[in-house]
Nanobody, 126 residues
Framework: QVQLVESGGGSVQAGDSLRLSCAASGLPFSSVAMGWFRQAPGKEREFVTAINWSGGSTYYADSVKGRFTISRDNTKNTVYLQMNTLKTEDTANYYC???????????????????WGQGTQVTVSS
């Protein structure tokens, strides 16, 4: 049984930092790409960032480039999302997801991910 468990969310002030973690089990972690998506109330789920199986390639939404960094530790079956200089518009529920697809352009689309975590809430206030 595949499980993705996010942690690290919370309430912070604009300009602060947070680091989210996603611990994976039940899948060949070092063989899958991982992504982070977010969904704010009343909005569709949107792509944030993704990383390929080795960590050698990363992808970012324009809205987070230069502020967020995705990384992974295949020895710990964990993917991380370091979020710096947070803005109020970053407020959302953040989900990690896993996909066996190994093609970068596919990482931007939620439907290409087979497994999802339950999400962790990030609230940024001004």
């Amino acid at each position: 049984q595949v499980q993705l468990v996010e942690s690290g969310g919370g309430s912070v002030q604009a300009g602060d930092s947070l680091r989210l973690s996603c611990a994976a089990s039940g899948l060949p972690f070092s063989s899958v790409a991982m992504g982070w998506f977010r969904q704010a109330p009343g909005k569709e789920r949107e792509f944030v960032t993704a990383i390929n199986w080795s960590g050698g390639s990363t992808y970012y939404a324009d809205s987070v480039k230069g502020r967020f960094t995705i990384s992974r530790d295949n020895t710990k079956n964990t993917v991380y999302l370091q979020m710096n200089t947070l803005k109020t518009e970053d407020t959302a529920n953040y989900y990690c997801a896993a996909t066996g697809i190994d093609r970068g352009p596919y990482y931007y689309t939620a439907n290409n991910y087979a497994y999802w975590g339950q999400g962790t809430q990030v609230t940024v206030s001004s």
